[in-house]
């Protein structure tokens, strides 16, 4: 540990608090520390536990789990054993504390957005003190920081039809890999952007995928594993019907004809097994290098940045407002309502005119209430 110090001191001689941070971080991630006292190790089992009772995501307990025991090793090392005991201010600290120190060993320190997620899981850790009542004292909730986001990537439609026109290209498969094999990838990475792109699905929503989500007949796509748990029916337009379908029935079979082993999984691996959301992943990368586009290759998309481009396609299309897409997009039928379905006009656009001479169909007066 002492080199590690050296090297610390040798990169940062003028900041002895970053230093310090530093080298307690490089301790907790690289040499897992344990919280010694006991009853911060209950608050933070207890911790955990109400958030499964809470039902986040298995990623987002991860996330908070690793932040709150850095927060309460933080009180530890700063001769803190009970949240009793801690004051406003030294809680207050932790937020400088992680505005200090470094993101890698030897890296810039971390991003306000990631600061923000520690803010939140030792907010949240105060509820659950406060519903619990495990604790007398409550220390006042942190301050978030300001976040500079930067702008989404967006992907032009040349750009998605780029996407598509290379899943049809042969020339980037090994010489000893057969025609079906090549058939059924090609399948699958049609269903993929269907799903992601056509459908606007989330990367976790999309590779959560079942086999009987997938309703041909009803040209819908059933998402049991949404946001906060939340299902919905997602419609699906003829032509992404067709690639969906075409894989279901083709290219899915034999890719699982390829282990021995049997899933309901709708993605399925070159292995045989379900895939996993690194594979789909990987197979974008594939694409968008395929494609030969090199703006398509600076702008590095993502599976979520699928999503976000139909919606923001749908936008400036001006079939659909920005509630109209948040709605479909969440909580409304899908991202095919605002193609097909009856949403608003786009602003000062008037509505359609009867053509001349045609008279309008006399109303019929309504009975009132009796």
């Given at each position: 540990m002492?080199?590690?110090?050296e090297?610390i001191?040798?990169?940062?001689?003028?900041?002895?608090?970053?230093?310090?941070?530093?080298?307690?971080?490089?301790?907790?991630?690289?040499?897992?520390?344990?919280?010694?006292?006991?009853?911060?190790?209950?608050?933070?089992?207890?911790?955990?536990?109400?958030?499964?009772?809470?039902?986040?995501?298995?990623?987002?307990?991860?996330?908070?789990?690793?932040?709150?025991?850095?927060?309460?090793?933080?009180?530890?090392r700063?001769?803190?054993?009970?949240?009793?005991?801690?004051?406003?201010?030294?809680?207050?600290?932790?937020?400088?504390?992680?505005?200090?120190?470094?993101?890698?060993?030897?890296?810039?320190?971390?991003?306000?957005?990631?600061?923000?997620?520690?803010?939140?899981?030792?907010?949240?850790?105060?509820?659950?003190?406060?519903?619990?009542g495990?604790?007398?004292?409550?220390?006042?909730?942190?301050?978030?920081?300001?976040?500079?986001?930067?702008?989404?990537?967006?992907?032009s439609?040349?750009?998605?039809?780029?996407l598509y026109?290379?899943?049809?290209?042969?020339?980037?498969?090994?010489?000893?890999?057969?025609?079906?094999?090549?058939?059924?990838?090609?399948?699958?990475?049609?269903?993929?952007?269907?799903?992601?792109?056509?459908?606007?699905?989330?990367?976790?929503?999309?590779?959560?995928?079942?086999?009987?989500?997938?309703?041909?007949?009803?040209?819908?796509?059933?998402?049991?594993?949404?946001?906060?748990?939340?299902?919905r029916?997602?419609?699906?337009?003829?032509?992404?019907?067709?690639?969906?379908t075409?894989?279901?029935q083709?290219?899915?079979?034999?890719?699982?004809?390829?282990?021995?082993?049997?899933?309901?999984?709708?993605?399925?691996?070159?292995?045989?097994?379900?895939?996993?959301?690194?594979?789909?992943?990987?197979?974008?990368?594939?694409?968008v290098?395929?494609?030969?586009?090199?703006?398509?290759?600076?702008?590095?998309?993502?599976?979520?940045?699928?999503?976000?481009?139909?919606?923001?396609?749908?936008?400036?299309?001006?079939?659909?407002?920005?509630?109209?897409?948040?709605?479909?997009?969440?909580?409304?039928?899908?991202l095919?309502?605002?193609?097909?379905?009856?949403?608003?006009?786009r602003?000062?656009?008037?509505?359609?005119?009867?053509?001349?001479?045609?008279?309008?169909?006399?109303?019929?007066?309504?009975?009132?209430?009796?």
């Open positions: 002492n080199g590690v110090n090297n001191n040798r990169m940062h001689p003028d900041s002895a608090a970053r230093r310090d941070s530093t080298l307690f971080f490089f301790q907790l991630k690289m040499i897992p520390l344990e919280i010694i006292s006991p009853g911060f190790k209950l608050l933070e089992t207890g911790y955990i536990n109400w958030l499964r009772t809470m039902d986040y995501s298995p990623s987002t307990i991860a996330i908070r789990k690793r932040y709150v025991k850095e927060f309460l090793l933080y009180l530890e700063s001769g803190i054993s009970s949240i009793e005991g801690a004051s406003n201010y030294k809680v207050g600290r932790f937020v400088r504390y992680l505005r200090r120190r470094e993101n890698k060993l030897f890296g810039s320190g971390l991003m306000n957005a990631s600061i923000n997620v520690g803010v939140s899981t030792v907010n949240k850790f105060f509820q659950y003190l406060h519903e619990s495990s604790a007398s004292f409550i220390p006042d909730n942190l301050e978030y920081l300001e976040e500079n986001y930067k702008a989404r990537s967006v992907l439609l040349k750009e998605i039809n780029a026109e290379a899943t049809y290209l042969e020339k980037w498969f090994a010489r000893s890999e057969t025609k079906e094999y090549q058939r059924a990838i090609q399948q699958r990475d049609r269903a993929m952007l269907g799903i992601y792109y056509g459908c606007g699905l989330r990367k976790s929503e999309g590779i959560s995928l079942t086999v009987s989500d997938i309703l041909p007949e009803r040209k819908l796509v059933f998402v049991r594993k949404g946001k906060g748990s939340k299902e029916y997602v419609p699906v337009t003829d032509g992404n019907l067709q690639h969906i075409e894989y279901l083709d290219g899915r079979n034999y890719l699982l004809a390829r282990s021995k082993t049997s899933t309901d999984a709708f993605f399925i691996s070159q292995y045989g097994r379900a895939c996993e959301d690194q594979a789909l992943s990987a197979r974008l990368d594939r694409l290098k395929n494609s030969g586009s090199t703006v398509l290759q600076g702008k590095k998309p993502t599976l979520h940045t699928l999503r976000h481009s139909i919606a923001t396609h749908l936008l400036q299309s001006g079939i659909a407002s920005a509630e109209d897409i948040d709605t479909a997009m969440t909580a409304g039928p899908g095919r309502y605002g193609l097909l379905g009856p949403l608003r006009l602003p000062g656009t008037a509505p359609r005119r009867r053509p001349r001479g045609r008279a309008a169909k006399p109303r019929t007066a309504r009975a009132g209430p009796k």
